[in-house]
């Protein structure tokens, strides 16, 4: 098993990678302009909002080099439009671009697609043989004639390619073609191979160990504040652990979602520096062995605006004094209930369901009235409109875990929703629920009120995800997981 700190060290592994990454896209910008002869070239299909400029750019290519390859004068394209990308002479086919999903490396991107792995390198600037990060946009190569593949296979322990050729109903010097092997006993036990498809296999193309049947992060690339979904299909009976190390570690809970099938919910905080983070799988087997996988996560800033500077009563800012109700709230938010207790979408906690007086992930300065003290921070949730004696409603089925006074929040509610869900409800003129409470979707929970650190009267609303605060409007909207 990998120790916490390899993956500290991968880390800072991958901010220089990035810096390389740059200085070699830099590089190609200065080369790639000289090589633009020939007019022949794989084509783009035209996305609503592409400008000739953008094209130019995302495949490193002279505008006037483009232009006078598709016999353009004034620069007008239209949605669907096919255009010749010159300069590329060994790449054919249709140039797409694909989110990298987790899982895909760049050999196995490389099999599914069936695109050489110079030519991907070339479209994409990779400088790493084998590393991808989930959630970059590439560059990807469809060539009509030669379909993608699809049907995968891996060798067992101690079996060779022709045994797996015999059972796949093929030849060694196939799969050794199709799977870029440079002979045909260059294979390692469980490494994924694939096979030519049959006609209505699904695509399922991955780099990972022979345990996960697939995985996958939702929705990719992350972006701060929001709530990732992470889905594990497995072969046989293990435990399931993961970890995201990003603005700190996260220890994932996986929850059984049907047969083999397991889920866990993540948030991203709103302060995680945009970057590549580790994203580690562990499968533990009955018998003790371990199948692991971590890739490299892109997570994008969420666009937070700052919010005007806002003046608070000296003690709601104080340390010594919230420390120990923060302390509370984090023991509280982390007990982890297995139990799912919320059935669909979140309901809308306010009688005002459209009108906010503050969105999550502003950038926030409280200034201390006496100028003592200045707290940097984010808006952690959504404020609502309406004033004192408004009715709060429960926003899903849970426990209620915390009831009572605060400094900051004033008199605040949290109810457990299970599976490291929880929804908080702060600022109450009224409580009408206590610890351990069992409360149901829609169902009157207080007051709206003026209490802790405000400067008027409104409801705070916010939903936690395992440990993390993130942007609540996505559970009015969307059921997860
Ligand atoms: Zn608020």
Request: hydrophobic fraction near 40%; include cysteine.
């Amino acid at each position: 098993m990998s120790s916490k700190l390899e993956i500290r060290s991968n880390l800072k592994i991958s901010k220089s990678f990035f810096l390389i990454l740059v200085a070699t896209a830099l590089l190609f910008a200065t080369t790639s302009v000289r090589a633009q002869e020939s007019d022949e070239g794989p084509t783009y299909i035209v996305q609503s909002g592409d400008t000739l400029w953008d094209i130019a750019s995302r495949f490193n290519v002279d505008l006037d080099a483009l232009m006078a390859a598709n016999g353009l004068e004034d620069g007008n394209l239209v949605v669907g439009q096919e255009v010749i990308i010159p300069g590329l002479e060994d790449v054919n086919g249709v140039l797409r671009t694909e989110t990298v999903p987790y899982g895909d490396n760049l050999r196995s991107l490389q099999r599914r697609t069936q695109a050489p792995q110079s030519v991907l390198r070339k479209l994409n600037r990779l400088v790493s043989p084998t590393e991808l990060y989930a959630g970059v946009g590439l560059i990807v190569p469809i060539d009509k004639e030669t379909p993608p593949l699809s049907a995968r296979i891996s060798l067992n322990a101690g079996e060779t390619l022709l045994e797996e050729a015999i059972r796949q109903n093929s030849d060694i010097w196939t799969l050794a073609e199709i799977n870029s092997l440079s002979s045909t006993s260059a294979t390692l036990p469980s490494e994924i191979l694939y096979a030519p498809a049959g006609e209505d296999e699904t695509v399922n193309a991955n780099g990972l160990p022979s345990v996960f049947l697939s995985a996958s992060v939702e929705k990719l690339p992350l972006a701060q504040g929001s709530t990732a979904t992470i889905r594990i299909s497995v072969t046989e009976d293990v435990a399931l652990s993961g970890l995201l190390v990003s603005d700190k570690e996260y220890a994932l809970n996986f929850f059984p979602d049907g047969e083999n099938n397991f889920v866990a919910l993540q948030g991203v905080h709103a302060m995680t520096e945009p970057g590549a983070y580790p994203l580690r799988l562990e499968a533990t087997f009955p018998d003790g062995r371990v199948e692991s996988y971590e890739q490299m996560v892109l997570i994008v800033s969420g666009g937070y605006p700052n919010d005007p500077i806002l003046v608070v009563p000296p003690e709601t800012l104080d340390p010594t004094i919230t420390q120990d109700e923060q302390d509370e709230l984090i023991a509280t938010i982390s007990k982890i209930n297995p139990e799912r207790l919320w059935a669909s979408v979140f309901q809308n906690p306010s009688v005002y369901e459209d009108c906010f007086t503050s969105r999550y992930g502003s950038r926030r300065e409280y200034r201390a009235s006496d100028k003592s003290i200045t707290y940097y921070g984010f808006h952690s949730g959504l404020d609502f409109c309406g004033g004192t004696g408004l009715q709060i409603d429960a926003t899903a089925n849970g426990v209620v875990v915390f009831a009572g006074d605060t400094i900051v929040r004033g008199n605040a509610t949290i109810i457990d929703h299970g599976w490291g869900i929880f929804s908080g409800y702060w600022h109450q003129s009224e409580s009408f629920v206590q610890v351990g409470d069992t409360v149901e979707a829609g169902e009157v929970i207080g007051l709206v009120g003026a209490t802790g650190r405000v400067t008027g009267a409104h409801l705070h609303w916010e939903v936690w995800v395992n440990q993390v605060q993130v942007n609540p409007m996505v559970w009015l909207e969307q059921n997860f997981p």
